[in-house]
T-cell receptor, first 113, second 115 residues
Framework: QKEVEQDPGPLSVPEGAIVSLNCTYS??????FMWYRQYSRKGPELLMY????GNKEDGRFTAQVDKSSKYISLFIRDSQPSDSATYLC?????????????FGKGTLLTVNP | DSGVTQTPKHLITATGQRVTLRCSPR?????VYWYQQSLDQGLQFLIQ???????AKGNILERFSAQQFPDLHSELNLSSLELGDSALYFC??????????????FGPGTRLTVT
C-alpha cells in the first residue's frame, strides 16, 4: 500500500461547480498536510497547508483534515476554467531535520466554460 | 514565478551517459530539495540539502548524486542513464529546516529524455 493514495481522475466539471478532491494516507506520523496545484509543464505551487486536524479556508478553497480517518480533502467553490490543473496532495511528519514531502499522484481537473 | 531557477529546461541524451541538472534557490533560502516526477510514480522526493549539508535522502538511486555549493546553488548528477530515468526533475527551496511548515517553492523543472 502506498503511503498516500489519490484518485488520478480525470475530473471534468462545468464552470461554477463545487469540486471535491481527496487523499487518503497510511502513515499516522504525518502532521502537515498540503495541497499543491500544478499547471501543465510547470512546477507545483502551494495552495494551502494545514497542521493536524481541522479546516482551513482561503477564498474559494477549503482544506479539511480528518486524522482519525487518515483522510484529507480540498474543496473548490465556484470553480473557474483557470482552476484547470493537476492537484497534488502532500504531507510530512513533524520534521526534526527532515522536511521530505510525500505526494499523492495528483488529480487532473478540467473546468469547462 | 517562484524565484527558483533550473537549467536546462530540456535535456535529451543517450543511455549510459551522464548529465548535470542545476538549481538556484530563491534568494535567502538555505534548503534545497530534489524531486523526480514520472507518470507511473508521481512526484518522488530524492534528496534535501541545507546550507551545504545533506539533510535527508529519499529513494535516490546510487547512480544519482547531488551537492549544494557555498553560494547555495545545487546540482543533481545522474550517471549511467537508463530509459527509465526519463522524467521531470524538480528542485524546490525553502527558508530552513528547523520548525514550522517552511513552504517549499518549486522551480519550473528540467525535462530529461533518455533515448
Amino acid at each position: 500500500q502506498k503511503e498516500v493514495e489519490q484518485d488520478p481522475g480525470p475530473l471534468s466539471v462545468p464552470e461554477g461547480a463545487i469540486v471535491s478532491l481527496n487523499c487518503t494516507y497510511s502513515n499516522s506520523a504525518f502532521q502537515y498536510f498540503m495541497w499543491y496545484r500544478q499547471y501543465s509543464r510547470k512546477g507545483p505551487e502551494l495552495l494551502m497547508y494545514t497542521y493536524s486536524s481541522g479546516n482551513k479556508e482561503d477564498g474559494r478553497f477549503t482544506a479539511q483534515v480528518d486524522k482519525s480517518s487518515k483522510y484529507i480533502s480540498l474543496f473548490i467553490r465556484d470553480s473557474q476554467p483557470s482552476d484547470s490543473a493537476t492537484y497534488l496532495c502532500a504531507m510530512r511528519d513533524s520534521g526534526g531535520s527532515n522536511y521530505k514531502l510525500t505526494f499523492g499522484k495528483g488529480t487532473l481537473l478540467t473546468v469547462n466554460p | 514565478d517562484s524565484g527558483v531557477t533550473q537549467t536546462p529546461k530540456h535535456l535529451i541524451t543517450a543511455t549510459g551517459q551522464r548529465v548535470t541538472l542545476r538549481c538556484s534557490p530563491r534568494s535567502g533560502d538555505l534548503s534545497v530539495y530534489w524531486y523526480q516526477q514520472s507518470l507511473d510514480q508521481g512526484l518522488q522526493f530524492l534528496i534535501q540539502y541545507y546550507n551545504g549539508e545533506e539533510r535527508a535522502k529519499g529513494n535516490i538511486l546510487e547512480r544519482f548524486s547531488a551537492q549544494q555549493f557555498p553560494d547555495l546553488h545545487s546540482e543533481l548528477n545522474l550517471s549511467s542513464l537508463e530509459l527509465g530515468d526519463s522524467a521531470l526533475y524538480f528542485c524546490a527551496s525553502s527558508v530552513g529546516p528547523s520548525g514550522g511548515v517552511y513552504e517549499q517553492y518549486f522551480g519550473p523543472g528540467t525535462r530529461l529524455t533518455v533515448t
